[in-house]
């Protein structure tokens, strides 16, 4: 039963992604996790390789992006069992889900991402990163798949039952804003309107950071 609704939870999350992202950003930033994820260092950790990442978290990284590099395209990644589910949400792009994946819960398998995340870049979609999620409550004691500091569950409390939440957790394979965790990758926006992204050190600059996430989502087509 537990399974059954995790998947309900994620086909209501998947609803609720479609909301305005400013109203989205909002009711994450009321919680425990926020999407936009911390600053990071925009010398070795808002690119791949992600180099301040510790060893065995940049090691699995690659690792993971190699294994899934037979599906970097949405026929692959259909074919091979993952269709979309969320449509293409700003900082996000399109989430292509594995239902079958989704209601294994909390038994995750950082090999087997249930989720891989596409973008237009450069006139293909592209596969830009994965995800992994499951429903459990709020003070989870699952434990992340990987160790460093950056890594943190973000949740969606709306689209679960009373006391629980959905919890996510991306990770990245293109340059992103606030690291290879981040629930959001405000550099996404820019990638696929053909625009060079900002120096990575403007976010570290709050003021800087507000105008260039700003940016990013007005170059959102309407």
């Known amino acids: 039963m537990s399974r059954i609704i995790s998947v309900v939870g994620f086909t209501i999350a998947a609803a609720g992604l479609m909301l305005p992202v400013s109203a989205f950003s909002q009711a994450h930033d009321a919680h425990g996790h926020a999407h936009m994820g911390q600053i990071v260092s925009c010398t070795d ?106 890594a943190s569950w973000h949740d969606h409390p709306q689209f679960a039952r009373d006391g629980e939440t959905l919890h996510m957790l991306h990770v990245w394979f293109v340059p992103s804003s606030n690291g290879p965790f981040a629930g959001l990758n405000f550099w996404l926006p820019y990638q696929t309107a053909g625009i060079e992204i900002p120096n990575p050190c403007w976010m570290a600059d709050e003021a800087d950071a507000d105008r260039i996430r700003n940016v990013s989502f007005a170059l959102v087509p309407v």
């Open 45 to 150: 950790l808002a690119t791949p390789p992600w180099n301040g990442l510790p060893d065995t978290d940049r090691q699995q990284v690659a690792s993971l992006q190699q294994d899934l590099a037979a599906l970097n395209t949405p026929e692959a990644a259909k074919a091979a069992g993952f269709f979309p589910a969320l449509g293409d949400i700003p900082g996000m792009g399109v989430h292509y889900v594995n239902f079958t994946r989704a209601q294994r819960g909390k038994d995750l398998d950082v090999n087997t991402p249930d989720q891989l995340l596409f973008a237009s870049i450069d006139g293909q979609d592209q596969l830009v990163g994965a995800a992994y999620s499951f429903t459990d409550v709020p003070d989870t004691d699952v434990p992340l798949p990987f160790d460093s500091d950056l």
